[in-house]
């Protein structure tokens, strides 16, 4: 009997307090995302594993970040980069240029625009306006039937590249 108490008390105790305490994390602090596609080049790769932590509070997220989101009408989760807040108007130019409420948007990150025709977007309250980083290869908000997500389906922001090694680091 005593040898089942050490074997309680040094191994399945521990084990099972780190099991919910890994639980615990992976459900309400940070999640692994796998990306499946290349919507997001040059800034992702596509099958790169991201580090992502929980949004508890959309008052703090901001233009430019990469958010993780669930998309009803494609019925999957997808990560794109936050372009449209609540209220705002979003020109997209037929050179691929961005304005939003009349002021050019600086986008970096962009390497891959898109030529195409303006499009314009009035982003309701409680939604936001996402677009992938490779407008010539992204599926994004420009082609779906209701391109505003709504705030309860934004699950968490993109922290930091863990796969593949050659990109480990953070995210911008």
């Not at 040059?42 to 669930?70: A, W």
Request: hydrophobic letters at 45%; one cysteine or more; charged letters at 25%.
């Amino acid at each position: 009997m005593n040898r089942w108490k050490k074997l309680w008390k040094e191994w399945i105790l521990p084990l099972g307090v780190e099991v919910l305490v890994i639980v615990f994390l992976l459900k309400v602090v940070f999640m692994l995302v796998l990306v499946p596609s290349g919507s997001m080049l040059p800034t992702i790769q596509k099958n790169s594993v991201l580090f992502c932590t929980y949004l508890h509070n959309m008052d703090k997220v901001e233009r430019g970040q990469i958010l993780v989101f669930d998309s009803e009408e494609l019925g999957k989760t997808l990560i794109k980069r936050l372009i449209g807040l609540p209220g705002e108007t979003v020109v997209i130019r037929e050179d691929g240029s961005i304005t939003v409420d009349g002021q050019p948007l600086e986008e970096p990150y962009v390497v891959y625009p898109q030529m195409g025709q303006e499009m314009e977007f009035e982003v309701p309250e409680g939604h936001y306006l996402f677009l992938g980083d490779n407008r010539a290869g992204s599926e994004d908000a420009r082609y779906w039937e209701e391109p505003f997500i709504p705030a309860e389906k934004i699950k968490a922001r993109a922290r930091f590249t863990l796969w593949p090694l050659s990109r480990f680091g953070g995210l911008s």
